[in-house]
């Protein structure tokens, strides 16, 4: 009723070997994984305080450091 395919022991092997990367894959893909930037060190020219680059980077600023604070929580 078998083939000479199911009594090949390579076939068997790759087989499942397969299977492992299959698995591995899966597992992998399922993993809860957020991308993160806190290991990123960026620095940024805002101008004078009274200018509106300024203010931007100063709410872009407050931002990273509240997202900063929350991740650790």
């Given amino acids: ?3 000479k ?3 090949d022991p390579r076939a068997l092997r790759a087989a499942l ?3 492992a990367f299959v698995v591995i894959a899966v597992l992998v893909a399922t ?5 993160d930037l806190s290991r990123v060190k960026a620095a940024f020219l805002s101008g004078s305080q009274d ?3 300024h203010a931007i980077v100063a709410k872009v600023a ?8 929350a991740s650790t929580i």
């Fill in 17 to 19: 070997v397969f299977a």
């Fill in 31 to 35: 993993v809860g994984r957020t991308p």
């Fill in 5 to 7: 395919r199911c009594e």
């Fill in 62 to 69: 407050a931002e990273a450091h509240a997202s900063a604070v």
């Fill in 1 to 3: 009723m078998c083939s």
């Fill in 51 to 53: 200018g509106n680059y």
